[in-house]
């Protein structure tokens, strides 16, 4: 539990948001790859993970920054 605790008492960070991101980037491009029966599929799959990575890191950061901040407040609530 302390690991855990730990982990929600840290602040988000970019590299962190890139990371999640990246991986949904990740599987976004395997299954339209997967998915598209024509020949542009890698082109087509690229373009949409480029995509959602871009639309992914900033949302994912600024979503753990409202969590954390909100954990936070509600620590302070507790404790004073």
């Not at 730990?6 to 960070?13: A, E, G, K, V």
């Not at 599987?27 to 020949?39: E, L, M, W, Y």
């Given at each position: 539990?302390?690991?855990?605790?730990?982990?929600?008492?840290?602040?988000?960070?970019?590299?962190?948001?890139?990371?999640?991101?990246?991986?949904?980037?990740?599987?976004?491009?395997?299954?339209?790859?997967?998915?598209?029966?024509?020949?542009?599929?890698?082109?087509?799959?690229?373009?949409?993970?480029?995509?959602?990575?871009?639309l992914?890191?900033?949302?994912g950061?600024?979503?753990?920054?409202?969590?954390?901040?909100?954990?936070?407040?509600?620590?302070?609530?507790?404790?004073?």
């Amino acid at each position: 539990m302390e690991a855990r605790e730990r982990r929600l008492n840290t602040p988000p960070t970019w590299k962190s948001s890139f990371m999640r991101a990246a991986l949904a980037a990740a599987v976004i491009f395997v299954f339209v790859v997967a998915t598209t029966p024509r020949k542009g599929a890698v082109l087509t799959a690229l373009v949409f993970a480029v995509i959602a990575m871009a639309l992914y890191v900033p949302a994912g950061y600024y979503l753990e920054l409202t969590l954390y901040r909100r954990r936070q407040r509600k620590k302070q609530e507790a404790d004073g």
